[in-house]
């Protein structure tokens, strides 16, 4: 007996896993992308470079959409039920729910810790397959690509009580269950809104303050800022060596890219637009992969070249933000006439 839910491998945008897995599940459906598009604009850099999370797409919550179903619980949980955590997550999936949790990677096959380092590290699983006791997971394997792979019961078993041994931060298990009577219309409004907190470098975190604490972080286009701390870091020998910075940068400029042909195709912008967001999102894959050489050069003309890069790139940008938000408030006023 085989259980396998729909999956998107790749997912449209995965330097995080924790943003990658719940998109993975809801954008293969098309009617998932008008929220997409409305959000995944902001940016937050944090002031501390050896955060956990220095850089990433700013979300209050990255697993509330309308189109999850989320059970939120505490790998505690067992320590209660009792229940074998492979019974629990095959019942999970039999159930239509995907589960995302911690694992000890030293014990999954085709990571970069398998047998190495014992290291406790996300994980979606989202299917499995009796005869052969296995269950199909998704993450980063050890060729940093993000893509499926298999992970036998007794390992994953392993791989979970593991945790209760070595250093473990991250206690949740998430179940997410696609909901297919989501319901989403392109917010127009909360995009001029948001590209707004992104121009101006506004702590988009305070609207939900009510709800938790400010996040004291580089916002929108002040992350330029922060990533060229990031560079001096790295020619005074100060900072690791990290492609994530210019690989969240990168996909940023994807997103927007994609989200300026959606608005095109709804008449909000002009193809010009368009043209302009993929020329900046070409200069960030190109800004992307020079970090990559550097990364194994270790050439410091490189980051020079980087700087000047990335110089252009804000400048550029900046201009294209103004402009789309002028056209996207000319089209709202249109529309509420």
């Known amino acids: 007996m085989k259980t396998k839910l729909s999956i998107m491998i790749p997912p449209t945008i995965n330097g995080y896993q924790f943003y990658a897995y719940p998109l993975a599940i809801i954008l293969n459906h098309k009617e998932t992308h008008p929220w997409f598009y409305s959000n995944y604009i902001q940016l937050a850099f944090d002031k501390d470079f050896y955060s956990p999370v220095p850089f990433c797409f700013y979300m209050y919550d990255y697993a509330i959409n309308p189109w999850l179903n989320v059970q939120r619980l505490q790998r505690n949980i067992f320590d209660i039920t009792g229940q074998d955590i492979v019974d629990f997550v095959k019942n999970a999936l039999d159930?239509?729910?995907?589960?995302?949790?911690?694992?000890?990677?030293?014990?999954?096959?085709?990571?970069?810790?398998?047998?190495?380092?014992?290291?406790?590290?996300?994980?979606?699983?989202?299917?499995?397959?009796?005869?052969?006791?296995?269950?199909?997971?998704?993450?980063?394997?050890?060729?940093?690509?993000?893509?499926?792979?298999?992970?036998?019961?007794?390992?994953?078993?392993?791989?979970?009580?593991?945790?209760?041994?070595?250093?473990?931060?991250?206690?949740?298990?998430?179940?997410?269950?696609?909901?297919?009577?989501?319901?989403?219309?392109?917010?127009?409004?909360?995009v001029i809104e948001t590209l707004e907190d992104y121009l101006f470098s506004r702590n988009t975190s305070k609207k939900v303050s009510m709800l938790t604490e400010e996040w004291d972080r580089h916002y929108g286009m002040d992350s330029y800022k922060q990533l060229n701390n990031y560079y001096q870091g790295l020619l005074n020998n100060d900072l690791y060596i990290d492609v994530k910075f210019t690989h969240i940068l990168w996909e940023h400029k994807k997103v927007m890219g994609l989200r300026a042909k959606y608005m095109c195709d709804l008449g909000l912008i002009t193809e010009e637009l368009v043209e302009a967001a993929l020329k900046i999102e070409d200069q960030a894959l190109v800004l992307r992969n020079l970090f990559i050489k550097y990364s194994m050069t270790h050439k410091k003309n490189i980051i020079f070249k980087m700087i000047e890069m990335t110089h252009s790139l804000q400048k550029e940008e900046e201009q294209l933000i103004k402009n789309i938000i002028n056209q996207l408030k000319l089209s709202f006023t249109k529309s509420v006439r």
């Open 95 to 190: 159930n239509q729910y995907y589960v995302y949790l911690n694992v000890d990677e030293y014990h999954i096959p085709e990571r970069s810790n398998f047998h190495k380092k014992h290291i406790s590290h996300d994980v979606l699983v989202y299917g499995y397959d009796l005869e052969n006791n296995t269950f199909d997971v998704l993450g980063f394997n050890d060729k940093t690509i993000f893509k499926n792979s298999k992970v036998r019961f007794s390992e994953f078993r392993h791989s979970f009580a593991s945790l209760d041994i070595i250093e473990n931060n991250c206690h949740q298990i998430y179940l997410y269950q696609y909901n297919p009577h989501g319901t989403y219309s392109f917010n127009t409004e909360l």
